[in-house]
Every structure is written in C-alpha cells, then in structure tokens.
C-alpha cells in the first residue's frame, strides 16, 4: 500500500509539473510574442481565408478556441463581425494594399451573412484598393461571395459549381408505420410544414407551393446580383446554370475552361502563379513558405486590437445581442438560443445603464414557443423602459425566430434573409402497436379520464387530442394577434400571410412584415438615431466577458510564432468532419419533455 501510495504521489506531481511547466512555456512565448512588435508591415496582404460555418456568434468558449487554435484543432467557425471588422480596418490602414479572398472553405449556412461581409468588400474596393479572389473549386455560395472581387481566378483543376437552389427532405411516414409508431401532429398554418415527414410520405402541395415561391425569390436574387457584378445579362446567367450539363459537355468537361467562357471568372491560375501574379504587381515576398507579405484574418485582428474590442467597450451606447441558433428552453451555451439564458442577457443589458438602444441580431428557424415568448417579453420591456429596440436578421428570422423580434421598433432584414412561418404546431407520439409486436401490452386503471392520457405506451384519447389542438390554435391566435398588435395592423390582414409560410426579406418587406432592408450597421445606425446618440457611438456585444487569461491566450493562439511552432508539428491531428445533417427534423426531440404536449414555431427552410 505504502508503495502504491508513492506512486500515486509520484504521478500527482508528474501532472502538477507538466501543467506548471506547460503554462510557463505559453507565457514566456507570449512574452516573446509581445516583444517582436507589429506584423502588419509596410505593403501587406490581407489574406482572408476563412474555414468553416460563417457565424454570428461561436459555439465555443474563448479559452476552447483558443487552445484549439494552438493545437491545430480550430474551432472551423468564423464570425461574421469578424470579417467586416478586418475588412473595414484594413480599407483605412495604409500598410494593407489589397485583399486576397480564399473562399474555398467557406461553409456559408445562408446568403444574408455573405451579403453583409460582401458589401464590406465593396467599401473597401471604393477606397481604390483591388480585392482579388482565388479558389481551387468554389460552390454557388463561395462563388457569391467572391463575384464581390474585382478579379477572380480559379485553379485549372476547379470550377464554378453554381445548379441553382433545392429544398428537399426526407420523410418517415412508412418507416414509423412499419415500426407501428403513431404520429399524432396538431397544427394550425395551410403552409406550417415543419412536421410534415412524420405524417406523410411526400411533400404537401402546399409546402411545393410556397417553398417554390420563397426558393424561387433566394435564387432572383443571387441571379441579379452576381450578374451586376460581373456585367452580365441575367437571363443568359440563369440560362448557363440551367444548362449546365451541356455547358460543361460542350467544353470537354473543363468547369475552368467554361467558368471563363461565361464570364464568372477572369482567368484560370495554380495557387503558386496566382502568387508570381501578386508579385508581378509590386507585392513584396514573404517569409519562409509564404510567397507574399501576408497576414491572416486572426493576426491581423489580433495585431490591431480588434478581437476583443467589441467586449472592451465601455461607454455608452448601442449594445448588441445576439440570438443565433435553435430557440430551446432553460439555460443554453452560447452559439445557441435559451429562454432563461437569452432572457436574462437581455434583461441585464436593459438594467446596466449603459445600454441606451439595443439591437438584437436574429439568426434562428426557431423552436420552442414558450423560449421564443420569454424573450419576446423581455424585448417588450426594454421597450417599456425607455430604450429603443431594432432588429437585425440574419440568414433565417423565421417562426420563433420571427416570434422574438417582432415586437422591436424596427426590423432590417437582407432580401435573402429568410423570415415569415409565422405558424406552430405540436406532436405527441403513442407506441401500443410497437409493443404489441414485441408481445407486449400496456393496462391498469386511473382516477380520471385524463389520468395517464400522456402515456405514450397507450393509445391516444380523442379527449386528449381536443385538450392539445385547443392548446396549439390558442398559441396560433396569440401569434398573429401580437404579430397584428406590434405591426399595427388586423387580425385578418396578418392571418392571411402568416398560415406557416415563409418569405424572403424582400417579399416580407412587401408584406409589411419586416421595416427595412439593410444589414446589422444599418441597424447599429438606426439604433442610435432613435436614442438620440450622436455620430460617435460607442457599440459593445453583450457577452460573457473573457478573463485577463483567456485574453492572453486568444492573442498568443493568433500569435505568428504559434502559427510556425504547428508547421513544426506542434499540434494535434484535425478530427473535423463535416458531416451532412440529413434529418434535422428529429433535433426538435433534444430538449421534449416526457407526459407533456410540445409545442414549437419551427421552420426547416435551408435551402442547399
């Protein structure tokens, strides 16, 4: 036992020494770091590159990423502010002459978040400063993106792959059946089609119908502003992506070749005569295995004070709040929606005393509506407070997303923003016949007729199905009712554009369901005006704050030194795989109470 004991001993403080040791390195590299000055030198390229889900807020804690960065396992997520802050920083700076866009591993979840780092873009080709763009193969959403470039080359081996867009499902109508799983779907909404897969085995006319109308407006406006970047004509562009597959036949299966035919691209480049191009056009060398003097999008905000500076904000002013994600109830992460947690965000940004206007950043399809009513409230009484709210939507404002930001004093949205499904619905699941077929039979007695009518071993009372389609029609009626009461208008007129269907920004804006298009500055703008604030206005993210030590370790993450240590092989392997979410309908069961109907506002409309 007493040599155990010694070994225990002798591990604890193996351990002890590893962790003491491992700190002390990082801190005397940080050290190190602060000591070799600025990067950002004289005639250098801001590289934007970005790997991963383009987002408004992360999933992770601070002190994850930045770990993960340091081990080489980076959280493949980039922030939308993130890009727009650097972007305009460097129209400003004059040791940034030109960017370089890497789109190619982008993984955009809608068009609304590229809109707004698009038109960064385009502020900073207006100072007179060229934006390229270099791709190996870039899909219709990368692509995008860089049509905002004033030239766009891709590698010989690439393309452009632009087919136009799709929403399809799938559906578990036979399969439940089989299993002798009975579905049982309340709703109220002609168009409300969330939960249709578990009742049917193909989509409903009415979801055709109108996913073919929002789809159709998404894909217009990719068509007419891709084709006024490039200088097209937009029929013939629509008519290439409809023809693509003669397109591509006719030029021998090259997508570079026909990419410059059809005039997306402006010429066909390897990344390493992309490079001798930059350095043709005056761009000093690099260092070791760089072709050209460069700096990333996390050393670049790093070295100007920009990662945290939205935090750091102390001052008066316009306070954002960001609300990305499923809308579940309790306490969430942030990345993701709670009632109880982006309730009580909002509650004490409005008691803070520094929050003069509030601006809530909407990019959620929804889902529980109790969530999605406690957070409503709280936008209700910071508006009774005296301190004015606006709302920015993202990629997806739609159901409990909509649900959340319709009693703001104004909505922005993008025209591609995808909002409306003002609908709800509730499921509640019996399984008597697949226990019979395992031999197994449910019986006893109750005090009551509804006593253990939520059993789901037994089948579903009528009485049962009254008590939760009154429950859904009531939450429908108190929907449109304060959708009516916070758009100043009818019952009736609302009714008839709600019934579950979705929109885009700009067929909502013609609706009367959104105020104006115009992206999260614009919002940031409004908000200010409306709190009498001045040109000088201070704007702070309302988030958990990063400590002195999560700071030290963002900065030495981005750190170049931490960035040559991984090509030495400091780091672990990538175990990131993305994988396709093929059934995200059943992600509405993570957080469903057992003996209790559920309600949701939720909308599936992600279009691929």
């Known amino acids: 036992m007493r040599t155990l004991g010694r070994g225990i001993n002798l591990t604890r403080l193996i ?11 990082l801190v005397l590299l940080g050290l190190f770091v602060g000591s070799r000055g600025a990067r950002v030198t004289d005639q250098t390229v801001l590289v934007l590159a970005p790997e991963g889900a383009l987002v408004e807020q992360y999933s992770a804690d601070p002190l994850s990423r930045a770990l993960g960065r340091m081990s080489g396992d980076a959280v ?5 502010r993130d890009m727009v802050r650097a972007i305009d920083a460097a129209a400003t700076d004059a040791h940034v002459t030109r960017i370089v866009l890497r789109p190619d591993r982008l993984q955009a979840g809608g068009f609304a978040s590229l809109r707004e780092v698009g038109a960064a873009l385009d502020r900073f080709r207006a100072t007179g400063k060229p934006v390229l763009a270099w ?7 990368q692509y995008y993106l860089a049509s905002h470039a004033d030239k766009v080359y891709i590698d010989p081996q690439g393309g452009v792959m632009a087919t136009g867009l799709a929403n399809y499902r799938l559906f578990y109508k036979d399969l439940l059946d089989r299993l002798g799983v009975q579905v049982h779907l309340f709703r109220v909404g002609q168009f409300k089609s969330a939960a249709e897969p578990f009742i049917l085995d193909h989509a409903s006319p009415e979801s055709k119908e109108a996913d073919a109308f929002w789809l159709g407006g998404l894909w217009s406006t990719w068509i007419d ?56 056009q005056g761009v000093p060398a690099g260092k070791k295995e760089q072709g050209f003097r460069q700096v990333d999008l996390g050393g670049y905000l790093a070295d100007r004070g920009l990662s945290n500076a939205d935090m750091l904000e102390t001052g008066n002013g316009v306070t954002v709040v960001v609300a990305e994600g499923e809308i579940t109830g309790g306490k969430q992460a942030q990345g993701s929606i709670g009632g109880d947690s982006t309730a009580a965000l909002i509650r004490s940004v409005r008691n803070d005393g520094r929050t003069k206007a509030l601006v809530l950043r909407v990019n959620s399809p929804g889902g529980e509506v109790y969530a999605a009513e406690q957070i409503r409230r709280e936008v209700e009484l910071t508006r009774a407070a005296g301190i004015p709210v606006v709302v920015s939507m993202g990629d997806v404002a739609a159901s409990g ?17 995808i909002t409306g499904s003002i609908g709800i619905f509730g499921m509640f699941f019996t399984v008597p016949d697949t226990l019979a077929k395992l031999g197994v039979k449910s019986d006893g007695v109750a005090t009551g007729p509804l006593a253990g009518a939520f059993d789901v071993t037994r089948p579903l009372d009528p009485n049962v199905g009254v008590l939760i389609q009154s429950i859904i029609d009531k939450g429908y009626r108190d929907f449109v009712g304060n959708v ?96 396709p979410k093929l059934a995200p309908e059943f992600a509405l069961f993570r957080t469903a109470e057992a003996g209790k109907p559920n309600v949701y506002a939720y909308c599936f409309c992600s279009p691929r």
């Open 15 to 25: 351990v002890i020494n590893v962790f003491f040791f491992g700190l002390l390195a």
């Open 76 to 80: 493949k997520q980039v922030q939308v």
């Open 135 to 141: 791709g190996a193969s870039l899909d219709q959403s």
């Open 225 to 280: 502003e891709v084709a006024a970047r490039r200088h097209l004509d937009p029929a013939a562009l629509r008519a290439d992506v409809d023809n693509l597959a003669d397109r591509v036949r006719d030029a021998r299966g090259s997508l570079a070749d026909l990419a410059v035919e059809e005039k997306l691209v402006d010429g066909i480049a390897t990344e390493q005569q992309f490079v001798q191009m930059l350095r043709k």
């Open 401 to 417: 997303g909509y649900w959340i930001s319709m009693n703001a004093n104004r909505i922005y949205a993008e025209p591609n923003t």
């Open 484 to 579: 009516a009461k916070a758009r100043g208008k009818d019952f009736a007129s609302i009714d008839a554009i709600a019934q579950g269907r979705v929109w885009t920004g700009q067929q909502a804006l013609e609706r009367g369901l959104v105020d104006k298009l115009g992206n999260l500055d614009d919002a940031i703008r409004d908000a200010a005006q409306e709190a009498h604030l001045g040109k000088d206005v201070h704007v702070r993210y309302a988030e958990k704050p990063m400590g002195a030590f999560e700071r030290f370790l963002t900065n030495v993450g981005d750190s170049t030194e931490a960035h040559v240590a991984m090509s030495w092989g400091v780091r672990l392997p990538s175990w990131v795989a993305m994988l």
